[in-house]
């Protein structure tokens, strides 16, 4: 009965059925943006952006991502059954998602990812996706910036009512009719080094600049 019912999660209908439920979903919270016409100056002005968000908070910014498709943003994500679920809701959202991990197709992905922010100027990327550890920045995302010559964007979700998943990364589902509050930080540009020393401290950087959003 198990087996049966995760295949049907990862069917086309399912998919269909479950963007048009996140839509609805979504239409409940109450949603409040702040900092955003920043980046999107940047990006009028010919910068590359990189939205950067941890995989506690991506849901509740699902439904004000779609107002991005007139960018042509590009998300990456893993190659896993539930990335299919995943990446199926984001296209019907206006995404571009090239599909890849740390440890599964990730050099791939992230080099039609580098050329998409080079073409288009918008990307995301969740930090510690897929699998965790929780709050632990994973180094593809200093590759892309720096290839790319993209400024990184934190983002942040919050919620006035949420329910915590007992989940890796402790999941956040705002309630129905929440307040949800969307920041975009300062951006962060990254400066490459012939030796490559600066990697890690980037790295660092950006988890520490970060990690006091989390809720943990």
């Not at 998919?15 to 016409?37: P, Q």
């Not at 934190?154 to 705002?174: G, I, K």
């Amino acid at each position: 009965m198990f087996k049966r019912l995760k295949f049907i999660i990862y069917t086309r209908p399912f998919i269909f059925f479950a963007y048009y439920l996140i839509r609805i979903y979504s239409m409940t919270l109450r949603i409040k943006v702040e900092n955003e016409g920043h980046w999107q100056r940047l990006r009028k002005q010919g910068t590359p952006v990189l939205l950067c968000a941890w995989h506690q908070q991506f849901f509740s910014a699902i439904h004000h991502f779609k107002t991005y498709s007139k960018y042509n943003p590009g998300l990456m994500i893993s190659q896993s059954k539930d990335g299919d679920l995943i990446s199926g809701v984001a296209k019907r959202t206006g995404w571009h998602t090239p599909r890849g991990s740390s440890s599964r197709g990730g050099k791939q992905a992230m080099d039609y990812m580098i050329d998409h922010l080079k073409m288009y100027g918008l990307g995301a990327h969740i930090l510690d996706g897929p699998t965790g550890p929780i709050g632990r920045v994973k180094a593809g995302i200093i590759k892309m910036a720096l290839e790319a010559d993209a400024v990184v964007i934190p983002l942040y979700t919050s919620a006035e009512h949420a329910w915590f998943f007992n989940s890796w990364d402790r999941f956040m589902l705002p309630k129905p009719f929440s307040r949800v509050c969307i920041t975009f930080g300062q951006e962060i540009r990254f400066e490459a080094s012939d030796n490559g020393d600066n990697f890690e401290r980037h790295r660092q950087y950006l988890e520490n600049t970060m990690r006091p959003g989390l809720f943990l």
